[in-house]
C-alpha cells in the first residue's frame, strides 16, 4: 500500500502544501514506519492557539458627549471586545478619538493594543506611518508660508511627474534593497517618484500660529503613501500563512507575523525602513518650503500615529494613536502632536504612560459617521455654501480645487469633546496650541478622477 495524505493526518499532522513532497520522498523511498517518523521530524507542526474564551481586558478612554455618538462608541467597544480575543493579546486601550474601521474585530481608529513576540499588519494598516511633522518658521508671514508650501507640495493619486520628483536618499535605496521585503525594483521606483506627496483623504499641510510664542509654524499630516501599503499587503500574505499553520481561528484581519521567525525579524526592519521614508518624506517637503522663502528653521519635531512600537518582547501596536514614552521614539527631537480639524488648533503635547493611557494619547479628533453619511447629512445645502459656513476667516485650499466636504470640520467629532477627555481621563498635557491660519488638502480627487471621464468619439 502507498502512503498518501490520510496517513499523514494519522499521524497527526494537518495538511499542508509540504504533504505531496513528503509523500512522494516516502513512498519513492519505500520508508519503514520507524524511518517515516525519523523523515517527519522536520515537519513538525506547531500546537494550535484558540482564541481567547473571555477577551483581555482593554481601557476604554471615551464616552459618548451626544445622542449622535452612542453608535460610534457602542461599536468600538464591541470590535474591541472580540479583537482582544486574539491570542497573542495582552492588554489594549482605546483614546477619546476612537471609531470603527470595518467588520466587528477590526482595530479601530484610536485603538492601541499590546501583543506579545508578535507583529499584526493588519493592525497598522495599509497606511503604515502615518504621522506629522512641525517647522517653526519664525516670524515669517502666514501667508507666505502657505504660499509657499502650495507651490512645492503635491496631493491626490501617484507620485509626481518625472522632472518635479523629490530626492530620496541613495542610502535609504541601498536599504530596501537588502530587505526580503523591501528588496523590489517596482516598490523602489515608486517610493522614489512618491517621495515629496501626501496623497488624499485626511492627509493635510496646515499653516498656524504659536500661541506661546506668535512664531508661524507649518504642520504636514501623510504616511507612508504607495510603498507602504506595498509593505502591507505582502506583510498580510506572510501573516495569513502563519495565521492558517498555528490559529485558524484568528480572524483574517488580525493575522500575525512571529518575531522570533525569520520573516518576522524581516519584517520588523522593514517597518523601520518604511518609517525613515516617511521621515525623509515629510523633511523633503518641509525643506522644500524653507528653502522657497530662504528661512532657516527654528525648530522641528515628528511623531507617527499609526505604527508598531516594541519595547523588549511587547509589540504595540497604535492604530491612530500618538506615542507619548520616550521607549517608543528613538529620534526624539521635541513634543508631540496631535491634530484636531482644519479650523482647531494643532495640540502641541507631552506626557507619560499611566495605567489608562499605555504611553499614548489620542491622534486627532476621529469621526462619528462616515463620509458617506456626512455629506448626505449636508445634502439641503450646496457645497459652496457648507464650505463658506465652516471656513470662515481661514485660507482654506483644495489641491484639485474641488471641495472636499468629509474633510471640513462637523465632519469629525467635536474638538472641544476629545480635548476634555484627553483631560478627564489624564491621557496628556498640551503645552502648546498651533492656532489655525490656513491648510491644503487634496479635495475630491474622484469628482474627475481620470477613470471617471467617458471617451468623446467623433462622429463619421
Not at 497598522?124 to 512645492?152: N, R, W, Y
Not at 501623510?222 to 499553520?245: I, T
Not at 505604527?307 to 513634543?335: C, E, N, Q, R, S
Amino acid at each position: 500500500m502507498e502512503f498518501n495524505g490520510n496517513n499523514l493526518i494519522e499521524l497527526g499532522y494537518r495538511p499542508a502544501k509540504w504533504f505531496k513532497y513528503a509523500i512522494a520522498h516516502i513512498n519513492e523511498n519505500n520508508l519503514d514506519e520507524n524511518q517515516i517518523t525519523e523523515y517527519l521530524e522536520q515537519f513538525k507542526q506547531p500546537e494550535l492557539l484558540p482564541l481567547y474564551e473571555t477577551a483581555k481586558d482593554f481601557v476604554i478612554n471615551i464616552r459618548a458627549e451626544h445622542e449622535s455618538e452612542n453608535d460610534n462608541v457602542e461599536k468600538v467597544i464591541n470590535t474591541m471586545k472580540v479583537l482582544m480575543k486574539t491570542p497573542t493579546l495582552v492588554a489594549g486601550a482605546i483614546m477619546p478619538d476612537a471609531c470603527p474601521t470595518g467588520p466587528e474585530g477590526q482595530i479601530p481608529v484610536g485603538g492601541v493594543v499590546v501583543a506579545k513576540n508578535a507583529i499584526h499588519p493588519g493592525f497598522h494598516s495599509a497606511d503604515i506611518c502615518c504621522s506629522v511633522m512641525l517647522t517653526d518658521f519664525g516670524k515669517a508671514d502666514p501667508k507666505e508660508v502657505l504660499d509657499a508650501a502650495h507651490s512645492v507640495t503635491h496631493f491626490g493619486y501617484g507620485g509626481r511627474p518625472r522632472g518635479e520628483q523629490m530626492k530620496m536618499s541613495q542610502e535609504l535605496m541601498d536599504a530596501f534593497r537588502e530587505n526580503y521585503f523591501l528588496n523590489d525594483e517596482k516598490l523602489i521606483s515608486i517610493a522614489r517618484s512618491h517621495m515629496g506627496t501626501q496623497g488624499d483623504g485626511n492627509h493635510f499641510l496646515f499653516v498656524g500660529i504659536s500661541k506661546n510664542t506668535g512664531n508661524t509654524m507649518l504642520v504636514t499630516h501623510h504616511g507612508s503613501r504607495a510603498p507602504g501599503a506595498a509593505l502591507y499587503d505582502k506583510g498580510m500574505k506572510v501573516a495569513n500563512r502563519f495565521r492558517q499553520e498555528i490559529s485558524p481561528e484568528t480572524l483574517r484581519e488580525n493575522a500575525w507575523i512571529p518575531y522570533e521567525t525569520e520573516e518576522g525579524k524581516s519584517y520588523w526592519e522593514a517597518l523601520q525602513l518604511i518609517r525613515t521614508w516617511t521621515k525623509e518624506n515629510h523633511t523633503s517637503i518641509h525643506d522644500a518650503v524653507l528653502n522657497k522663502l530662504k528661512i532657516e528653521k527654528q525648530d522641528r519635531y515628528w511623531n507617527e500615529h499609526n505604527f508598531v512600537f516594541k519595547d523588549g518582547d511587547l509589540f504595540y501596536h497604535a492604530k491612530g494613536a500618538t506615542p507619548l514614552d520616550d521607549k517608543f521614539m528613538p529620534d526624539i527631537t521635541g513634543p508631540r502632536l496631535i491634530p484636531l480639524n482644519m479650523a482647531e488648533p494643532v495640540l502641541i503635547v507631552q506626557g507619560k504612560t499611566n495605567e489608562r493611557n499605555l504611553g499614548f494619547a489620542p491622534h486627532g479628533a476621529g469621526r462619528n459617521f462616515s463620509r458617506t453619511q456626512h455629506k448626505r447629512s449636508l445634502a439641503h445645502k450646496t457645497i459652496e455654501e457648507v464650505f463658506a459656513e465652516e471656513t470662515q476667516g481661514l485660507d482654506i485650499r483644495f489641491f484639485s480645487n474641488e471641495i472636499d466636504i468629509s474633510e471640513l470640520p462637523t465632519a469629525y467629532k467635536s474638538a472641544k469633546n476629545v480635548r476634555a477627555q484627553i483631560e478627564e481621563y489624564g491621557l496628556c498635557e498640551v503645552l502648546d496650541e498651533v492656532m489655525p491660519y490656513g491648510c491644503i488638502m487634496a479635495g475630491d480627487v474622484q469628482k474627475n478622477a481620470p477613470w471617471k471621464k467617458k471617451k468623446k468619439f467623433r462622429k463619421a
